[in-house]
């Protein structure tokens, strides 16, 4: 069964500093696809970043990027230049591709972002 | 954009009682799913739901537990006699065909607001 792990429960950062999100995961697959998802107050879980596993280039979108290391099965996001709206419950997810369909979630990060 | 939205967003019922969790997809999308998370816990996959049935299905969704797309844009989740356990906030999501298809390449979910639901 999969497993995915988020080991820090609360977060916070200065606005416009850089912060670290930590996600490691266990699976016997070898193809899969992870995800970084953000809830904010609003409650509609957004999807942020997405890797496949058998990419070795790590995936980046605009100030999300993420540092996918596949042997350690880690998994971390980074949010640069952190602003306000950033602050919310990110979690990390783990889907195998074909077969099952569902999503394996954390138990999530909430990161506040202080002005 | 469009968007999947989940009605209410906070019910409070008595513990007996059924309750039905309302959503409505996005228009083109064909596969439909429930997660929860109880409070302080992870968001757990519930079931999956795929031309008029269930694709899959979680060890949690047992037979209190049922779906249905009622009208071709509505898509619930019934449980029949909620107990403590089942407060928790219920997600609805779509995908317009099956996450991670090795033909379709990757096809994102798109998740609901949330239903937050309270058993007393």
């Known amino acids: 069964a999969q497993t995915v792990t988020q080991s820090q429960p609360e977060m916070s950062v200065q606005e416009a500093e850089t912060v670290t999100l930590s996600c490691t995961y266990d699976t016997s697959e070898s193809n899969y696809y992870l995800f970084w998802y953000k809830q904010p107050p609003s409650r509609q879980m957004i999807l942020v970043i997405r890797q496949e596993a058998y990419k070795q280039q790590n995936a980046t979108e605009n100030r999300f990027s993420v540092n996918f290391q596949k042997a350690a099965k880690s998994f971390s996001l980074k949010i640069s230049d952190s602003q306000l709206g950033d602050t919310a419950m990110y979690f990390c997810?783990?889907?195998?591709?074909?077969?099952?369909?569902?999503?394996?979630f954390g138990k999530g990060t909430k990161l506040t972002v202080n002005p | 954009e469009p968007e999947v939205t989940q009605t209410p967003s906070h019910q409070v019922t008595q513990m007996g009682q059924e309750v039905i969790l309302r959503c409505v997809p996005i228009s083109n999308h064909l596969y439909f799913y429930w997660y929860r998370q109880i409070l302080g816990q992870k968001v757990e996959f519930l079931v999956s739901f795929y031309n008029n049935e269930i694709s899959e299905k979680s060890e949690i969704f047992d037979d209190q537990f049922s779906v249905e797309r009622p009208d071709g844009s509505n898509f619930t989740l019934k449980i029949r006699s909620t107990k403590l356990e089942d407060s928790a906030m219920y997600f609805c999501?779509?995908?317009?065909?099956?996450?991670?298809?090795?033909?379709?390449?990757?096809?994102?979910?798109?998740f609901g607001q949330g239903t937050r639901l309270t058993v007393v």
């Open positions: 999501a779509s995908s317009e065909a099956l996450r991670g298809d090795p033909l379709m390449g990757y096809t994102e979910a798109f």
């Open positions: 997810a783990f889907h195998t591709q074909g077969g099952s369909e569902k999503l394996v």
